[in-house]
Every structure is written in C-alpha cells, then in structure tokens.
T-cell receptor, first 113, second 113 residues
Framework: GDSVTQMEGPVTLSEEAFLTINCTYTATGYPSLFWYVQYPGEGLQLLLKATKADDKGSNKGFEATYRKETTSFHLEKGSVQVSDSAVYFCAPSSSGGSYIPTFGRGTSLIVHP | DVKVTQSSRYLVKRTGEKVFLECVQDMDHENMFWYRQDPGLGLRLIYFSYDVKMKEKGDIPEGYSVSREKKERFSLILESASTNQTSMYLC????????????FGDGTRLSIL
C-alpha cells in the first residue's frame, strides 16, 4: 500500500519567514497528491493538489510541485503569517491504495509575531 | 458551498454503551469516510463507503461498524464503547472521481469514561 513520510514538527517560525515542509511518498503508478490544512478546532480542508508529474499546485501563497523522480511533494511558502499556524497533512491517492488517500502524520506549524 | 455536518462536536459516553456518530453531506457525493485522529498518529481510516449500502473496512475497523442507508448519511457505530476509543472522529466525503479532494466535517471529540 501507499505510505507517506512528513517531517516531524512542530515547526516554529517568525512571521515573514520562509516555510518548507517536506513530504515523500511511496505509491503505485501515478498518484494524485494533496496537501490539507487543519486549523485549531476544525476539520481538514484542501490546501492544494497536483494530479500529474511536474504540476504545481498553489493556493493562499503556498506551493508544491509534483516531483515524480524523487516521489516528493514539498510544501513551500515565501512569507508565513501568524494565521498560517495549523497542522499540515500530505496525502497521496493512488490505485495501490484503492484511491483512498494515505495521510501523513501531520506537521504542526507555529508562527510567532 | 460544500458542507459535511457531524451531529456532535463533543460527546461523552460510558464504557459498554452503544454509540452512534452521524455524518451528513449535501453534495451528492458517492464516497464517504470515517477516520479517527490521535496525537502523533495522524488520521487512520476506520471504514469507507463507495455508495449506498456499500462499505469497506479501512485500517482499524475493529470495534466499529457503519451504516449507509441513504447517499447523504454515513453513520459510525461503536458497538460497545471502550476507553481506548476516546478520540477525535472525522467524517469526509468525496465525489466518485478519484482526482477530487475529500471534504471534511469539523469532527466529533468523543470521550469514553
């Protein structure tokens, strides 16, 4: 089945710092790749997605590029804000996993003013 | 806008009780999912459903069952609640297309005393 490795948190940054959260995966074939975000007290919501190699997903200043050769989908943001404090989940979805997304353990991001 | 509604945000039950968690979606989605979320473990799939009256076990189905009598409603049942089932439970839905993201409810925090 599919598996996901995310960098462990918490990641603590000052406002306006650059953010990278690493995500690598193993999956059958060509999975669709998703990043979800969970704000305190809420469920998960889609942040961005990419469905084929070299696609770049982007939303709210966050970006991630589908790297088939390295099976990675790292999340980046050039300048984080306090409001970005949340837990971020990487989730590939492939035929090897019956197209059920496999979630990483989540990376907590804390942004200080 | 897309909406997944879980019947309770917080629930307290006693050991041995039969517990029902309800989830309703208003998007006519074919697929629905139940996860539990525990610190350090991320999201773990309990059950999912491809369509009405169809269900498949996820990674941790023991001690749980599900019901999907109508397309919009997916119920999780704890047959005889135990303290190790204290957790956050998240419901999600998704269209039949596998490239589409899941939509999550806000979760039910269940405590078993």
């Amino acid at each position: 089945g599919d598996s996901v490795t995310q960098m462990e948190g918490p990641v603590t940054l000052s406002e306006e710092a650059f953010l990278t959260i690493n995500c690598t995966y193993t999956a059958t074939g060509y999975p669709s790749l998703f990043w979800y975000v969970q704000y305190p007290g809420e469920g998960l919501q889609l942040l961005l997605k990419a469905t084929k190699a070299d696609d770049k997903g982007s939303n709210k200043g966050f970006e991630a590029t589908y790297r088939k050769e390295t099976t990675s989908f790292h999340l980046e943001k050039g300048s984080v804000q306090v409001s970005d404090s949340a837990v971020y989940f990487c989730a590939p979805s492939s035929s090897g996993g019956s197209y059920i997304p496999t979630f990483g353990r989540g990376t907590s991001l804390i942004v200080h003013p | 806008d897309v909406k997944v509604t879980q019947s309770s945000r917080y629930l307290v039950k006693r050991t041995g009780e039969k517990v029902f968690l309800e989830c309703v979606q208003d998007m006519d989605h074919e697929n629905m999912f139940w996860y539990r979320q525990d610190p350090g473990l991320g999201l773990r799939l309990i059950y999912f459903s491809y369509d009405v009256k169809m269900k498949e076990k996820g990674d941790i189905p023991e001690g749980y069952s599900v019901s999907r009598e109508k397309k919009e409603r997916f119920s999780l049942i704890l047959e005889s609640a135990s303290t190790n089932q204290t957790s956050m439970y998240l419901c999600a839905s998704r269209p039949g297309s596998r490239d589409q993201p899941q939509h999550f409810g806000d979760g039910t925090r269940l405590s078993i005393l």
